[in-house]
C-alpha cells in the first residue's frame, strides 16, 4: 500500500521559529550520526542499532549538513529530527521533508512542529519553490502537525481519498478538505510514491 502524500503548494509567509525554552535548533555536525541513529530508532521503536545514518542518508547524493536538522536540549541531547530532501524524481522547483522523528519522552512541546519548519526555511533558503512529504495513515499526531504547517492532503492514488477520509474523520475534520478528497487523482512532477 502507498503512503499517504502531502504537499505544501508554497514556501512564502513562513513563520518563525520559536523552539521552547530548553531547546535550540541546529544542522547536522560531525559527530552526530550516532544521536540520529539514536533517536530513529526510539521513535520508529526499532531495534537499538538498527538504523544507519551514513547509509540511509550520508551516501545519497542529496545529503547536505544544513539539510538535516535537529532540536537539541540545552545539554546537546539531539530530541527531534528533520530533514529537507532533493531528489531530481522531485523537479527542480519541489523539496521533500525527510526522516521526521521525535523523542516522545519530551512530547507536547512542539518539536516536530519547530524541526519540520525548519525545512520548509531551508527548502525556501535553497530557491524551492514548494514540498512534499509522505506519511503513514496510523501517524496521526504527524499529519496534524504537517496540516498546521500549511501541507494539504494530496490523492495521488486510488486508495488516497477513502483513506484519506477515514484520517481526517478521526480529527473531526473531513469536511475542511472535501473538495481536495473529492477531487482527481494528482501527480507531481517526476514523483511516483508506489
Known amino acids: 500500500m502507498s503512503q499517504l502524500v502531502m504537499h505544501r503548494p508554497k514556501l512564502d509567509e513562513l513563520p518563525e521559529i520559536n523552539c521552547p525554552e530548553g531547546y535550540h535548533l541546529r544542522h547536522f555536525e560531525d559527530g552526530d550520526a550516532a544521536g540520529w541513529n539514536a533517536l530513529l530508532d526510539v521513535a520508529f521503536e526499532r531495534k537499538e542499532g538498527t538504523s544507519d545514518f551514513d547509509n540511509d542518508m550520508a551516501t545519497d547524493d542529496a545529503y547536505r549538513p544544513e539539510r538535516v536538522w535537529f532540536i537539541c536540549t540545552d545539554d546537546g541531547q539531539i530530541v527531534a529530527t528533520a530533514s ?27 518539536l516536530g512542529h519547530w524541526v519540520s519548519l525548519a525545512t520548509l526555511h531551508q527548502a525556501r533558503r535553497e530557491g ?59 501527480t507531481y512532477p517526476l514523483i511516483d510514491f508506489k
Not at 522523528?101 to 519530551?106: I, K, L, M, R, V
Not at 504537517?146 to 486510488?158: C, E, M, Q, S, V
Request: proline share 5%.
Open 84 to 110: 529537507c530532501w532533493q531528489n531530481e524524481m522531485y523537479g527542480k522547483v519541489t523539496s521533500f521533508i525527510h526522516w521526521v522523528a521525535a523523542d516522545t519522552e519530551h512530547g507536547g512541546k512542539k
Open 128 to 186: 524551492r519553490l514548494d514540498m512534499t512529504l509522505s506519511t503513514d495513515d496510523v501517524r496521526i499526531p504527524a499529519i496534524k502537525t504537517y496540516l498546521r504547517l500549511g501541507f494539504l492532503p494530496a490523492i495521488t492514488d486510488d486508495s488516497h481519498a477513502e483513506r484519506w477520509k477515514l484520517v481526517l474523520e478521526t480529527m473531526d475534520w473531513p469536511e475542511r478538505f472535501e473538495a481536495i478528497i473529492e477531487g482527481p487523482i494528482k
